[in-house]
């Protein structure tokens, strides 16, 4: 399919050079990623952080994620233990976050990580991202490319769809294949959830060989992500609805239903999760733009990815 916009390019080798290139003159690209599209420029540059922080108009005590190619550079910015070494070893690259101690000596910008004492950590398995970041000498932050507290892009398109052309470079990396932000751990004490995602809960305590449980205490913000309202299609969201109440509301549907409706949006006709969580953006993003008031969403099964599919439900339906 041929792009119908001219800040999208296909990711072969001289557009990812042309990125490389654009990031190394500190300039922000919108970049693939196995979880949701990201907003990415050079880490350990003040210059290139701030440019993501105001285009986003993300709020400055809310830190970013910053990409590693590898461990032996992740090394050189945090201090690893060895719970992050076990679950390194059998999830990454993978959509997972692990927060670390910052070293001292690291270069990563205070701007990026909110001048916080830890830094949030991911590998990428996305094949452009991996690529991208096998040509720079730094690691990349990059925060989900979407304004902050509203949707996360799932293609990109999407990434148009918030920021028309103000991101010139966009490399294609066809849909996300999760299309949920990554689960987030802090590995600086006991661990615990500050995010769930598509790795559960379940999951990670096998590898760990102990409970882990998502930390849910909202007095003390660990993670923004925890913030009340977030992943907001900018429509009021109303969860665990059969039905939808006027001819102005949409209604998420979940599994096979019986009665068609151009108001009704299936998750999965299926009842599959993890086909729920990929079509979960795109769906709440398809709604908004066909100018529906509100939306009405099914009850979804609270087991595995579907934990991670009512944590956003319920940030977006927060008023
Ligand atoms: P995004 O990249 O937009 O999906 O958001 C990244 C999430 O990671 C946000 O909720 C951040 O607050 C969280 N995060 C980044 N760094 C840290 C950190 N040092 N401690 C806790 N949470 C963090
Ligand atoms: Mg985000």
């Known amino acids: 399919m041929k792009n119908i916009y001219p800040n999208i390019l296909k990711s072969n080798l001289k557009n990812l050079y042309r990125a490389k290139k654009n990031i190394e003159n500190n300039n922000i690209i919108g970049l693939p990623t196995e979880t949701v599209y990201g907003l990415a420029g050079n880490a350990y540059s003040n210059k290139s952080v701030k440019k993501i922080f105001h285009i986003k108009k993300r709020p400055s005590y809310n830190p970013l994620i910053i990409h590693f190619k590898n461990l032996k550079n ?28 910052k070293k001292h000596t690291s270069k990563i910008s205070k701007i990026a990580s909110a001048k916080k004492k830890t830094i949030a950590i991911r590998f990428p398995k996305h094949n452009v991202a991996k690529k991208l970041l096998g040509l ?4 990349l932050a990059a925060p989900s490319a979407n304004i902050s507290s509203k949707l996360s892009p799932t293609s990109p398109n ?41 790795i559960t809960s379940e999951k990670i305590s096998k590898i760990l060989n102990k409970r882990v449980t998502i930390y849910k ?11 009340k309202i977030h992943y907001s299609p900018g429509i009021p969201v109303k969860m665990n609805r059969i039905i939808n109440s006027n001819k102005n509301e949409a209604l998420i549907v979940f599994g096979k239903i019986y009665k068609k409706s151009n108001k009704y949006f299936n ?22 733009n066909k100018g529906f008031k509100s939306i009405a969403v099914n009850k979804i099964p609270n087991v595995g990815i579907g934990i991670a599919i009512n944590d956003r439900l319920r940030k977006a339906s927060n008023k």
């Open 74 to 101: 992740a090394k050189k910015d945090v201090v690893i233990n060895n719970n992050f070494l076990k679950l390194y070893s059998v999830l990454c690259p993978g959509p997972i976050t692990f927060i670390l101690k």
């Open 136 to 139: 720079l000498k730094f690691p």
């Open 158 to 198: 999407d990434v148009v769809d918030e920021f028309k052309d103000k991101i010139k470079i966009i490399l294609d990396g066809g849909k996300s294949k999760i299309g949920l932000e990554s689960t987030i751990i802090d590995l600086t004490n006991k661990p615990r959830i500050l995010r769930p995602g598509s």
């Open 217 to 227: 205490k909202t007095k003390e913000i660990k993670s923004p992500g925890q913030l």
């Open 267 to 288: 998750l999965s006709k299926k009842g599959d999760l993890n086909e729920a969580a990929n079509n979960l953006y795109k769906i709440l993003r398809k709604i908004k």
